[in-house]
């Protein structure tokens, strides 16, 4: 085997949010196994339970990881309710646990539906949707980028920025990746909450992805665009079916999006190949916002 064909070998990846083998988070686990890497899931399937499209057997979804790793890489899964921060940092130590190193942290994990119109919107939907989506995500980041900050750094004041100790090997560079919505790019009806959650991360990007780099991390977030995971098809979405054939007709390449679309890119940005890029938000979304 050589390196090209496995180039994330010796390296290890914590994926949030793989609960389902139609997900996307399913899709990234098994590209990055794929790519040699060793990879510890995360799966919180009561999110699943109530949603049309119904949780899936975990034990299958990580056998399916599983079976896409190289030969000597590890696998692993554990659940956690990430809008408690204490399970956020149990979950962190589970997966550093597999190897004794993280690498690579995907942040693909999401609440979704159970959302409203802004007249819809309670203090208890904005804070569900917050803590879920963007402070579990800042929690990880924050977790992952300590493995590589001294103990006794002084907390940053605004403006300071942090004297890199040695020029960073984008190739072998720790990676983060975390995932947005399409809500810079038209309206999200229905949605506020969850437009809200996931805007905040993407205008952050820029910000945290430069206080990383200074750290020799690299920081990168997705729009993976209208990607079915189960919830446009037609036994278990919950819209309707006509106006779904009219959008899915008017994509440019006339299919949605499939998991595997947004973790081809997730695993080139983690891997050498993709070291070059940083602090972007990237929409991986087949030309739906171009119509």
């Keep these: 085997m050589r390196l090209d064909d496995a180039p994330l070998t010796g390296r290890t990846a914590l994926v949030t949010g793989v609960s389902r083998r139609q997900g996307i988070g399913h899709a990234v686990a098994c590209e990055l196994a794929r790519l040699g890497a060793s990879v510890f899931t995360h799966h919180y399937a009561p999110h699943d339970v109530g949603r049309p499209w119904g949780a899936d057997d975990l034990d299958a979804v990580h056998d399916s990881v599983r079976s896409a790793a190289h030969e000597g890489a590890r696998t692993g899964s554990g659940g956690a309710d990430l809008r408690d921060p204490a399970q956020v940092d149990g979950l962190f130590d589970e997966a550093l646990a597999l190897t004794g190193r993280l690498d690579v942290l995907v942040c693909n994990h999401a609440r979704s539906g159970g959302d409203g119109s802004i007249v819809d919107m309670t203090p208890e939907a904005l804070d569900a949707f917050w803590a879920t989506n ?48 399409g809500q810079q790019g038209g309206p999200m009806r229905g949605e506020v909450a969850y437009a809200t959650s996931k805007a905040a991360l993407a205008g952050v990007t820029a910000t945290v992805a430069a206080e990383l780099l200074d750290r020799g991390i690299v920081l990168n977030t997705i729009n993976p665009g209208p990607v079915n995971t189960g919830y446009l098809n037609p036994e278990s979405t919950d819209r309707s079916l006509e106006e779904l054939d009219q959008v899915r007709a008017a994509l440019p390449f006339g299919r949605w999006g499939e998991p595997a679309d947004p973790a081809r890119l997730i695993g080139w940005l983690v891997s050498p190949a993709g070291s070059w890029v940083v602090g972007q938000v990237i929409n991986s979304d087949g030309g739906f916002g171009l119509q």
Excluded: I, N
């Design 134 to 181: 963007t402070r579990s995500t800042l929690l990880l980041t924050r977790r992952f980028a300590r493995q590589f900050v001294a103990d006794d750094a002084a907390p940053a004041r605004p403006g300071d920025r942090v004297e890199r100790r040695a020029a960073a090997d984008p190739a072998t560079a720790p990676k983060v990746v975390w995932m947005t919505s």
